[in-house]
């Protein structure tokens, strides 16, 4: 009696039963970088700004055009750029993405008046726009399932590192300005702004050296496109050892001419929703408060300080503290993202952001600078940092990279960036004039509303990816693929 002759494993098999080879850490090196450099600049343009507005002049309404010209441009980034990643590849996207990073934070740093900055910041969205869906897609399709959460949300935690480095990167500014000139605060004032971006500069030629010595692209990439002398060349590298794909061990090519509209068809809409909805109410709260961290602190904790310069020392250190604990949020996320599941861990997190944003409100009923006022100031932020980062700040990034099919991972991952980027835009925006309205309490509440409408979306939604290849998420889980009740309790859940 003959026995059929086993087929010879699919690269998806070959991938999961691969060790973490070198590639694999350069290419996770190198998204995280691209990670970095967001991180760096969403934080430094919050530092930046008191400093800018003084140098130019300039009012409120042009002020708030600077600190959302880079989500704008991120929105058009993401919204545009997902979709050419997917038709000419990650690698060749990823090359002219860092072209333009290096080019516009140049420009950024020389900007002569507020409407060149405006412009060069918008440049520079774009190119971080363009990083979610070319990082996601890399690091998903390319390293084993038992590894993805992990690895996802670990290059991640490089946007805290990168906010972190933007919290220090202005401090020493400031210092050192007012060491080099103790008598005037003119220099501080005409070129900290441009140190303090240039610094976004030196980072950006960093990732473009690391970027120039590692050129792969994704054997997935080639597989959807039935090129299967290019995914076994792929592949090869990318595991390390000899390889050769045929089309007996992978799945047909898939449709080329999948692109927005598929993402509203029947079988991608919940995934979209998914990818789209949640991650754009945690930007409203993520951005509108990220950004202006120095701003909120200096507000609410740091008011009766009549001094410029110290006022925004102290509200800079204040945010540097407090951005340590998006680095442990992070941390956390990392332990327990396949461990627990992300759709519970999302869940948990918005949560906790709301409870945060809770007790940033009611330090305005203690008067400022008192103990009780500084205790629940720095409560709040500690929680709504730590807690978002350990859920929804990295596992909505997380999902747009895995509920998608690799023929439109990276234009989903990328329309899910951009309605992201939509949120970030509103809230950097409205935010400051809704607190001039209503008050900074009434505003913190209204954003804790909305992480719990974002968590109650995240539970309807649905759809767990822990533990699974990407081949097979979206459809109906076994009992064993979901989060057990035990996995649950883990967060109180």
Known sequence: ????????????????????????????????????????????????????????????????????????????????????????????????????????????????????????????????????????????????????????????????????????????????????????????????????????????????????????????????????????????????????????????????????????????????????????????ATYGIGIFTPVIIATLAFSSETNFVAKELAATQGSALVDLFLIAGFLLAIALVDRVGRIPLQIAGFIGMAVGLSLLASSTLFPVASFTNLSLVFAGFIVFNLLMNMGPNATTFLLSGEVFPTPIRATGAGFAAAVAKAGAVLGAFALPLLEQRFGVGWLLLGLALVCILAALLTAVLRVEASGRSLETIGESPSASELPTHSKLQDLGI
Not at 53 to 70: E, K, Y
Not at 164 to 188: D, E, K, M, N, R
Not at 221 to 247: F, K, M, Q
């Open 1 to 284: 009696m003959s026995q059929t002759k086993p087929a010879n494993p699919s690269f998806e098999a070959r991938l999961d039963a691969s060790p973490l080879t070198r590639p694999m850490g350069l290419l996770w090196a190198l998204s995280a970088g691209l990670i970095a450099l967001d991180g760096f600049d969403f934080f430094i343009i919050g530092v930046a700004l008191p400093f800018i507005q003084r140098d130019f002049g300039i009012a409120a309404t042009a002020t708030g055009a600077i600190a959302t010209a880079a989500l704008v441009g991120s929105l058009v980034g993401a919204l545009t750029l997902g979709p050419i990643t997917d038709r000419v590849g990650r690698q060749r996207m990823l090359v002219l993405d860092v072209a333009l990073f290096v080019l516009a934070s140049a420009a950024t740093a020389l900007a002569w008046n507020a409407a060149s900055l405006i412009g060069f910041r918008f440049l520079v969205g774009v190119a971080i726009g363009a990083d979610y869906p070319i990082s996601v897609s890399y690091i998903t399709e390319n390293v084993p399932t038992r590894l993805r959460g992990r690895m996802v949300v670990g290059a991640f935690t490089f946007q805290a590192i990168g906010a972190l480095l933007g919290a220090l990167t202005g401090l020493l500014v400031i210092a050192g300005f007012q060491a080099a000139h103790p008598h005037s605060l003119l220099p501080l004032i005409h070129y900290g702004w441009r140190w303090m971006l240039g610094v976004g500069l030196i980072l950006a030629i960093a990732v473009a050296i690391l970027r120039s010595r590692f050129l792969l692209e994704s054997p997935r990439y080639y597989i959807a496109r039935g090129d299967y002398a290019s995914a076994s060349e792929a592949a090869s590298t990318l595991l390390g050892t000899p390889i050769t794909l045929t089309a007996d061990t992978e799945p047909p090519p898939q449709n080329q001419s999948m692109g927005y509209g598929t993402l509203f068809s029947q079988p991608y809409l919940r995934r979209t929703l998914l990818a789209a909805i949640p991650w754009f109410l945690q930007d409203i």
